[in-house]
């Protein structure tokens, strides 16, 4: 059984349409004219499908909720409580009457989102560029001139101490045993807590002989603990083995220390999370992800954003950058205008500009190159007014839907802010003749 078909009214003469209770030149009216639903319907079919039970839920009634989402910077629960209260809203997902009940339940999104994958969610990016053309917000030649930046967007995480993690591995591990039916000779409830808050009070008194010799001991305690389970785990259960393996193994991490490592763990329930240094005085260490943001020279449209796991240098993600800018614009981009973070690589096919250049630069490249600055002010709207400063999306998988999200909401609040301009304008000159919305 495929989804519901939403668009074929059925006629209740009890209830209002939609059409006849809104205004049609509200902005959120204008964009979803702009949008052509019918991509979804089309590509996104397979993940829809239903041989059982009842119908399956509607791809333009998901795409329309993820928009909104990203668009408005909510949760899951506001985004769906939001939604029954806001008759723009319903419009924009397709709906034909006011609906007074929850479309689905918000831990619905999660699994909508992993079913759709990185690959569906990159076709809601594509589908913004695309209207941001249909409304002249964006032209196609301005695809020719991109500007390429990284950034980290941060995990969902506390701040990683040893104390904290030491800590938080022995209650994983207490509540392991539990499950298992281990019995463990101490689980050190009470000693292991106060050694925790000693650490704290220790450093920030700086008697850092203290705070290390409190530290050991909670090592200790915690490695106690860790080799009691090991001992009397049962490697034979095939249903319990594998989580309990992964469990013992980030605690692993965490009571072998040393200099220097890359393999350092900074959160039991986020092992992806890297430790990444942008250089920044207020915030010298950030943890999360690298995302890569390219937009538009002129605009500032975003045209791709993927997350990149391993903290690779940027320069080697360039190619990647121009690649997935070539997919989902149709065009190649003819010059690439980035910072010096970039210094040392090329792509064929592509001029690339870094900030302070030198040779063969004229006055008017130069202008452009300073030009580059402009994504700085677009990545903060993006943390400030979207959802990329802080990422609540679980695992590595998580992170690439989250970035790509991100950059479909900054397009959409684009233009939904030329469409408040242009009905502004048309106010003030109401005899103006223009067929642009």
Known sequence: MGPKD???????????????LINHKHPLVKLAELIDWSVFETRWTKFFSSRTGRPATSPRLIAGLLYLQHTFACSDEDLIWTWIENPYWQHFCGEIYFQHQPPIDPSSMTRWRQRIGEEGIERLLMETIEAAHRGNVVKVKSFEKVIIDTTVMEKAVAYPTDSR????????????????????????????????????????????????????????????????????????????????????????????????????????????????????????????????????????????????????????????????????????????????????VGVEGVTIWRSG????????????????????STIGHMKNEGKLRRNWLKGSLGDALNAVLCGAGHNLRMILRAIRLFCAWMLCFPTAETNRW
């Open 6 to 20: 939403k668009h074929a009214p059925t006629g209740d003469f009890f209830q209002q349409p939609l059409v006849e």
């Open 165 to 344: 993690l030491l800590e938080r591995g022995r209650q994983y591990l207490v509540k392991l045993a539990a499950t298992l039916g281990i019995k463990l000779r101490q689980n050190y409830n009470r000693q292991a807590p106060r050694l925790a808050a000693q650490v704290g009070r220790y450093a920030h008194a700086r008697q850092y002989r203290r705070m290390k010799g409190a530290l050991k001991s909670l090592r200790t305690l915690v490695g106690r603990v860790w080799r009691d389970i090991d001992r009397k785990l049962d490697r034979q259960d095939e249903i319990q083995a594998p989580k309990a393996t992964s469990i013992l193994e980030r605690v692993k991490r965490l009571l072998e220390p040393k200099p220097k490592d890359k393999n350092k763990l900074y959160s039991l329930h986020a092992p992806e999370v890297e430790c990444i240094s942008k250089g920044k005085i207020r915030q010298p260490y950030e943890f999360g992800v690298k995302v890569t943001v390219a937009t538009t020279h002129k605009e500032g449209l975003v045209v791709g954003m993927r997350s990149l796991p391993g903290n690779p240098y940027d320069g080697h993600t360039l190619s990647e950058a121009i690649e997935q800018i070539t997919i989902l614009t149709n065009q190649k981009p003819k010059a690439v205008f980035v910072d010096k973070g970039y210094r040392g």
């Open 357 to 376: 250049q030198k040779r063969g630069v004229t006055q008017a490249i130069r202008k452009a190159i300073r030009r580059r600055s402009a994504i700085e």
